[in-house]
């Protein structure tokens, strides 16, 4: 592993560091580590991001996961415009 020595850091820096690992329970050296990777660390593709979306859907859902998501949304959609379109439409 490599080792990294910090110079002249401004004190108001040092200070926001050691509050920010404080609220996150970690060391200084920790947080230091962590914002460090999170900067540096390219961000994920954007099929990465839907995957893991997905993945989180399916752990969520599990075999509850509806068939037909769309037609669903459809159907109610249709159901509420004509509850709407009941509701504006004066009685005769």
């Known amino acids: 592993m490599a080792v990294l020595n910090i110079r002249k850091l401004d ?3 040092h200070e926001a560091l050691r509050l920010r690992a ?3 329970g970690r060391s200084m050296e920790a947080e230091a580590r962590e914002i460090l990777a999170q900067t540096c ?3 994920p593709s954007k099929a990465q991001v ?6 989180a859907f399916d752990r ?3 075999d509850r996961r509806p068939k037909s998501a769309t037609d669903d949304l459809i ?8 509850r709407e379109w009941s509701r504006s ?3 005769r």
Not at 50 to 55: C, H, L, R, T
Not at 75 to 82: S, T, Y
């Open 50 to 55: 839907v995957a893991e979306v997905q993945a």
């Open 75 to 82: 159907k109610e959609r249709r159901r509420e415009a004509r």
């Open 41 to 43: 660390t390219p961000p």
């Open 60 to 62: 969520l859902l599990g």
């Open 11 to 13: 004190p108001k820096v």
């Open 22 to 24: 404080a609220k996150a």
């Open 89 to 91: 439409t004066p009685r």
